[in-house]
C-alpha cells in the first residue's frame, strides 16, 4: 500500500468493505478495483493485498469473477457484486457507522446506557 490517507491497519481492517464499495457501480477488473480504492485515499495497493481479498470475498459469494476476453491484449478476471455481497456491504456499513458514533460519543465522555 503506498500513499493511503489512513494508518495501513484501518486500511486491512475496511478492505474487504472497500474492494464491496469499488464494485457498487458495476464489474470491473482487479487493477481498476485497486484503481477506485486509490482514488478514494485507501492507497494504491498491490496486487498481493488485493487479490486475496478478491479471492476471499468470492468464496464466501460476495462476489463472481468471470472471464472476459481482451480486445487486442490478454483476457481478465473482472469482479461484480452479488445480491448477498450487497447486502453484507449494507450491513457492514451499518456497522461502521455505529462503531463510528461509538467511538465519537466516548470521546466526547458520554456514558452508554442500554
Known amino acids: 500500500?503506498?500513499?493511503?490517507?489512513?494508518?495501513?491497519?484501518?486500511?486491512?481492517a475496511a478492505l474487504d468493505l472497500a474492494v464491496l464499495a469499488s464494485l457498487t457501480d458495476g464489474p470491473l477488473h482487479g487493477y481498476a478495483v485497486a484503481q477506485a480504492l486509490d482514488g478514494h485515499g485507501f492507497g494504491l495497493l498491490?496486487?498481493?493485498s488485493l487479490y486475496p481479498v478478491l479471492g476471499r470475498l468470492e468464496e464466501a459469494g460476495d462476489v463472481?469473477?468471470?472471464?472476459?476476453?481482451?480486445?487486442?491484449?490478454?483476457?481478465?478476471?473482472?469482479y461484480a457484486l452479488t445480491t448477498v455481497g450487497r447486502d453484507r456491504l449494507e450491513h457492514d456499513l451499518a456497522?461502521?457507522?455505529?462503531?463510528?458514533?461509538?467511538?465519537?460519543t466516548m470521546s466526547a465522555g458520554e456514558m452508554r446506557h442500554d
Open 95 to 104: 456497522a461502521w457507522r455505529a462503531l463510528g458514533d461509538t467511538l465519537t
Open 64 to 78: 463472481e469473477a468471470s472471464w472476459v476476453e481482451g480486445q487486442g491484449g490478454p483476457g481478465r478476471r473482472e
Open 46 to 48: 498491490k496486487g498481493g
Open 1 to 12: 500500500m503506498t500513499d493511503a490517507q489512513w494508518p495501513p491497519t484501518w486500511v486491512r
